[in-house]
């Protein structure tokens, strides 16, 4: 129906291979739908009845159903990152929330009991975040009195009355959780499904319905990357300019309220959590923001030398004050174990995942070192650079890689927290050298290329400031290969520091062996070893 809408054609004509392959493979919308086709089959052939599989499956559903929302109304909405953003977190929040009630009402009355409390505060961070992001996109679409009373306007009024009484269904779910009411809760999941129903059919409808025109001269760069084209590049331009992604703003959101609740569940019982590891991670959050949202984030979309940029910031820095901030460390500190023996909990998911062969593989230095630089050669000198650049799906796909590929490899090598794997010391400085050498080839190969490698994307924008391309791309060689070196060079040091430290410690256990053994009159373990080698060479030399 879809390919029939679109192409405007008789419905049965649109069933035919050649017009479905090339709707599939040569248009934006169709190679999304063709990504959730992808995620349905997997899912299909992967059994599910493992807890891992279970977890993968529900992360390829999640794929599945964003993917087309990045085609969606938002693409063409004012504030284009942080509609696109808005409305993906909004589906996915929508999303758990109606799955979680489905789930409920195929649960026997028995199992319903021990679910509905977990449900119910699932339900109300679903519900606060489904309420959010929903005010953003609809601010980036009505933008005025008049755009409220068109018919689009008129559809959103409908769904947040809707939204109103789902969230009244949830006050009522704690409140009969709470008084212990189980028979008169499940009669109202049903109502509620019945609701939530209502309101994913509006969703429906409100994504096919065109939002209001807006009256604003589209220019090239916001038909290409969203975004107006800034002024030209200065300190003051970088440091002050903004334009939200509203989904990395979520992901970021998230990650620090996951980390206060973490630190503050740890100072409620007691515990102590060194202020610097906060401040370290609020610094790598922060510069993740500046390079995504910020002045930097900006202007990357218009010149390589600032892709660069915010690349080394995104790869090099902030994963640092990420990795320094111990998040794993206040991970198996602070989530919920299981509420019996038979139940693994949050935090026995998470050790399996840490020590299972997936963990293994990734915390392996050769591994980390391959996606850290390696994929520096795959991403740029193809042409895969020049198709991620021209969507915002794409960049945010980059930035997600450049994120955990520098806080794989840090972690791996100056991270405090506990591995699955002990890496010796004089290896993770071999790989920093490696790294270091990898990293400055790159860079010397961005510096003497002389040929583009954006395959036209930034000509495209027509930027009136730093005409010549093949010189700002020299630029971000040069500033990839500056960046890139300081924070290796940061981390060799920082790894003998904790080399040194280490043997010192080991020095310190064996003199406090030694002293315990002395004063117990029995030899410690260096008169213990030679002990050992004297027999050794007394026997070889009986025979």
């Known amino acids: 129906m879809q390919i029939a809408y679109l192409l405007e054609q008789p419905l049965l004509k649109s069933f035919d291979g050649n017009v479905i392959r090339s709707y599939l493979t040569q248009t934006s919308i169709g190679k999304s739908y063709l990504i959730q086709i992808i995620c349905i089959l997997i899912i299909l052939i992967t059994p599910l009845k493992r807890l891992w599989a279970a977890y993968f499956g529900s992360l390829l559903g999640l794929i599945g159903i964003v993917a087309p929302v990045f085609q969606s109304h938002g693409s063409s909405a004012g504030h284009h990152a942080l509609a696109i953003g808005a409305l993906v977190i909004h589906v996915l929040a929508l999303c758990i929330w109606v799955g979680g009630l489905i789930g409920l009402a195929q649960l026997s009355s028995t199992e319903r009991k021990f679910a509905l409390p977990r449900f119910s505060e699932l339900a109300l961070w679903s519900a606060i975040t489904v309420s959010i992001s929903g005010v953003a996109t609809a601010w980036t679409r009505l933008d005025s009195i008049s755009a409220w009373q068109t018919k689009y306007g008129a559809i959103v009024i409908l769904k947040i009355f809707?939204?109103?009484?789902?969230?009244?269904?949830?006050?009522?779910?704690?409140?009969?959780?709470?008084?212990?009411?189980?028979?008169?809760?499940?009669?109202?999941?049903?109502?509620?499904?019945?609701?939530?129903?209502?309101?994913?059919?509006?969703?429906?409808?409100?994504?096919?319905?065109?939002?209001?025109?807006?009256?604003?001269?589209?220019?090239?760069?916001?038909?290409?990357?969203?975004?107006?084209?800034?002024?030209?590049?200065?300190?003051?331009?970088?440091?002050f300019a903004y334009d939200p992604d509203g989904l990395m703003m979520g992901i970021l959101i998230l990650a620090v309220a996951i980390y206060i609740k973490g630190v503050v569940s740890l100072t409620r019982r007691g515990d102590k959590w060194p202020v610097g590891r906060t401040i370290s991670f609020a610094l790598g959050i922060s510069a993740i923001d500046f390079a995504t949202s910020g002045g930097l984030g900006v202007y990357a979309h218009f010149a390589f030398s600032n892709h660069m940029l915010a690349h080394m910031v995104l790869g090099m820095i902030a994963p640092i004050g990420i990795v320094l901030g111990a998040p794993i460390t206040l991970a198996l500190r602070t989530l919920p174990i299981g509420r019996n023996k038979d139940e693994r909990g949050i935090r026995g998911s998470f050790i399996s995942l840490l020590h299972?062969?997936?963990?293994?593989?990734?915390?392996?230095?050769?591994?980390?070192?391959?996606?850290?630089?390696?994929s520096?050669?795959?991403?740029?000198?193809?042409?895969?650079?020049?198709?991620?650049?021209?969507?915002?799906?794409?960049?945010?796909?980059?930035?997600?890689?450049?994120?955990?590929?520098?806080?794989?490899?840090?972690?791996?090598?100056?991270?405090?927290?506990?591995?699955?794997?002990?890496?010796?010391?004089?290896?993770?400085?071999?790989?920093?050298?490696?790294?270091?050498?990898?990293h400055a080839f790159f860079s010397i190969s961005l510096m003497s290329a002389s040929t583009l490698l954006d395959n036209g994307y930034f000509a495209s924008l027509q930027r009136p400031w730093a005409t010549d391309l093949l010189a700002d791309q020299h630029l971000g060689g040069a500033i990839g290969w500056a960046m890139g070196e300081i924070p290796i060079l940061l981390a060799l040091v920082a790894t003998f520091i904790q080399w040194t430290r280490e043997d010192k410690k080991e020095t310190g256990r064996i003199d406090r062996a030694s002293e315990r053994a002395a004063a117990m009159g029995e030899d410690d373990e260096l008169a213990q070893y030679n002990r050992y080698l004297a027999q050794l060479n007394r026997r070889d030399i009986s025979e």
């Not at 212990?180 to 969703?203: W, Y």
């Not at 299972?356 to 070192?369: D, E, H, M, Q, T």
């Open 162 to 239: 809707l939204t109103f009484i789902l969230i009244g269904f949830g006050a009522l779910h704690r409140r009969w959780i709470i008084n212990k009411d189980f028979p008169s809760i499940f009669r109202l999941i049903f109502g509620e499904v019945a609701v939530m129903a209502a309101t994913v059919f509006i969703g429906s409808w409100l994504s096919t319905t065109a939002p209001p025109e807006r009256n604003v001269e589209v220019s090239q760069s916001i038909l290409i990357t969203g975004i107006e084209m800034p002024k030209p590049p200065s300190l003051t331009n970088i440091l």
């Open 356 to 374: 299972s062969k997936f963990g293994k593989f990734y915390a392996n230095p050769i591994v980390a070192l391959a996606i850290f630089d390696g």
């Open 376 to 438: 520096l050669f795959l991403l740029y000198f193809t042409p895969l650079f020049s198709n991620l650049m021209v969507g915002h799906s794409g960049h945010l796909f980059m930035n997600l890689h450049f994120i955990l590929a520098g806080i794989l490899f840090f972690q791996v090598i100056i991270g405090i927290d506990p591995m699955p794997i002990k890496v010796p010391h004089i290896v993770k400085i071999v790989i920093l050298f490696a790294a270091m050498s990898i």
